[in-house]
């Protein structure tokens, strides 16, 4: 899918209030891959806790990125609802982007250095497994022409930045929340004390990927599955 009118829609959410309707549904569609091919996102509320849930046209993570052994060039697969929410809401500087969750699995790298995914004892080995991130995205032409990055930190900065954020030079935070995977849904619930009653969202569908020089930006948006918009106009409303 081409990235120019993604990011050009990006640059509008950051300029604008988004208009809000309900959950969002799209058509099936088959010339996309299906477990990333969008049917529905929705989002609940129930007090301060916020379920997003995603409906795929497969099997929701039946597909994970093949690594290729390095942190440099590594890919990653990503289902992401990115919302109206300031970035301050959970703790980044405020202004700095569009707040998004994000359901991810990158097999050559761990980024949750507080969680064990795999049970297996050693929480610094798990990055294939799904799990969550709060991630504030920006338009980034050094990623190609109209396209995304998770927004970087420049060295000798230091933004405000989440409690449990994982160490890299990135708005990124790993709050632990673990991705329910069912057949052909995935959902996270994350705890948003003090939110506003009025929080929009979108869908969508993703490949990032580090960069291989690791370095500005380290983590770049390199392919857009789906939208479950069309236009991350974020018309979904958390009832």
Known sequence: MPRPS????????????????????????????????????????????????????????????????????????AYVWPTSLDPATVGFEGGTGVLALA?????????TPLEDEDGDGDPKNDGGPWHSHWVVLTPSEECGPGALSVRDIPEGETPALPKTWPGLPLFIDSPGYVPALDADTVAVTVT???????????GVTSALRVNANVHAPLLCVTDVFDVASGDLSLPGKVE
Do not use: C, N, W, Y
């Not at 799209?26 to 529905?40: C, G, Q, V």
């Not at 948003?192 to 979108?202: E, H, K, R």
């Open 192 to 202: 948003l004390p003090g939110a506003p009653a009025d929080i929009g969202f979108d």
């Open 103 to 111: 359901a991810t699995s990158h097999p050559d790298f761990d980024d």
């Open 6 to 77: 993604v990011s050009l829609s990006l640059a509008a959410m950051l300029a604008a209030p988004a208009a809000f309707g309900a959950g969002i549904t799209s058509p099936a569609d088959p010339a996309k891959r299906a477990t990333f091919d969008i049917l529905a996102a929705e989002a609940s509320r129930d007090g301060d806790a916020v379920t997003f849930r995603m409906t795929l046209a497969a099997t929701a993570g039946s597909e994970q990125p093949a690594p290729v052994g390095a942190l440099a060039g590594a890919p990653v697969h």
